[in-house]
């Protein structure tokens, strides 16, 4: 879904809300990322305003991600509002050249090519922001066995293997010089 820029006036705002389920052009943003989505929830709103254009939304829902240590599968729920300020990468927007100290407010800025807003990149890019680093299943997680046994993960083994090896272990054996 696409907002074109020339079609807006100063101070017009346009909206646009939906569902994960019911819009196909949303569902395939999504494919490449690693997750499953469960439920996705939208509103958006553009306005231009002067020489950028404002874009205000929100959304909410749920994924299944990978676990980084034992690849389970776990539900993350999110909620989301976001505020940005889109400038025409093709230099027409305004500003002196001068050098001007960054606010906390003027990192919400952002740029866009020719004379299209893509919604679905900025859902896109916000649920990255949203998502955790490093999303273990749980904080004690015992990942997979080093026998790569992924059916009892998180457990004891049988395999005997599960004590893993520390990989700084070995610079206890370590003798400096003196």
């Not at 074109?4 to 019911?22: F, M, W, Y």
């Not at 999504?30 to 939304?57: A, P, R």
């Not at 299943?137 to 083994?157: Q, R, T, V």
Request: net charge negative; proline share 4%; aromatic share 10%.
């Amino acid at each position: 879904m696409f907002f074109t820029v020339s079609n807006l006036k100063p101070g017009q705002r346009l909206e646009a809300s939906g569902k994960l389920h019911e819009q196909a052009w949303l569902r395939q943003a999504f494919e490449t990322m690693d997750l499953k989505l469960k439920d996705f929830n939208f509103e958006i709103s553009v306005e231009k305003k002067g020489d950028f254009v404002e874009v205000e939304g929100s959304f909410n829902g749920a994924a299944d991600i990978p676990c980084v240590r034992c690849l389970d599968l776990f539900e993350v729920p999110f909620k989301q509002r976001f505020r940005l300020f889109l400038y025409s990468e093709d230099g027409t927007y305004a500003g002196d050249g001068g050098e001007h100290e960054l606010k906390d407010t003027d990192m919400e800025f952002g740029f866009f090519h020719g004379d299209k807003i893509d919604v679905a990149e900025i859902l896109r890019e916000q649920l990255i922001l949203v998502l955790p680093d490093y999303p273990v299943c749980k904080a004690d997680c015992g990942g997979i066995c080093n026998c790569e046994n992924k059916e009892n993960p998180n457990k004891s083994c049988p395999c005997g293997q599960n004590d893993r090896k520390n990989p700084f272990g070995e610079l206890k054996n370590l003798k400096l010089k003196k």
